[in-house]
């Protein structure tokens, strides 16, 4: 899916979409609680205009970014200039060593790639101590009043369920998630900075419930649920 940078960016400057993005920022700052920054390299795979990428850098990550689209990642230059090491390439491929980041950042990419599975399974190979999975919730009030059937580009992506994300996760991983929450449980309409509508919305919610979930995975000092032979590095002979 071609997304316009223009067109990204102005969401999140009409009412809803600086709510939406005021929970999500306040999400990333939820679930990323228990992760060292200071010295520790994070990779963004989608990383658009590099918005979260910004984030990330503020919150004390060296972080870099990937992208398919040239539109984006010349947006996200733009924007982050010397702050991010950023290329343009394919998620499900990616040009990086086994290990080469600490951690991998996925902030709703996998409901618009071609094989979700595959683009885990890199984010995996590459990064060597955790992932931070951020993605739509196919069961909230969001999507069922304001995206299901709209026809829109929302609507063609492929949301996900809390449990099929948690069986992704596991298949692609090999490990369950460390954490995970949402925000935004509330239909769009009640996506702003008033009285009971911005409590309700502000809540750290269970990742089934909120329009936008994320899910923080853990390597380091967790036990896999299968042998995961193929990031076995081989001894140098």
Not at 101 to 123: G, H, I, N, Q
Not at 198 to 213: D, E, I, K, Q
Request: hydrophobic fraction near 40%; proline fraction near 5%; include cysteine.
């Amino acid at each position: 899916m071609a997304w316009d940078p223009e067109r990204y960016e102005k969401w999140f400057e009409t009412p809803e979409g600086t709510f939406a993005l005021e929970r999500e920022m306040q999400l990333l700052q939820s679930v990323l609680a228990g992760w060292p920054r200071r010295g520790h390299k994070l990779l963004e795979i989608g990383c658009g205009t590099g918005l979260f990428l910004e984030t990330l850098y503020q919150m004390g990550f060296d972080v870099s970014g990937i992208d398919s689209s040239p539109a984006m990642i010349m947006a996200a230059r733009k924007r982050l200039g010397n702050r991010a090491d950023l290329h343009q390439g394919d998620g499900e491929l990616l040009p990086f060593s086994d290990n080469e980041f600490d951690y991998a950042f996925l902030w709703s990419v996998l409901e618009f790639t071609s094989d979700p599975k595959a683009m885990l399974e890199e984010a995996r190979r590459v990064a060597e101590k955790g992932l931070l999975i951020g993605f739509l919730n196919k069961n909230s009030l969001y999507y069922t009043l304001n995206v299901k059937g709209s026809g829109g580009s929302l609507d063609s992506g492929h949301w996900f369920t809390w449990c099929q994300m948690q069986d992704l996760i596991k298949e692609a991983t090999g490990f369950r998630h460390t954490l995970a929450r949402s925000v935004l449980p509330g239909p769009m309409r009640t996506w702003k900075n008033t009285g009971l509508s911005r409590r309700l919305n502000s809540t750290l919610c269970p990742p089934s419930v909120g329009a936008f979930s994320a899910a923080r995975v853990d390597f380091v000092n967790m036990k896999p649920l299968t042998p995961l032979f193929a990031w076995k590095t081989e001894p140098a002979t």
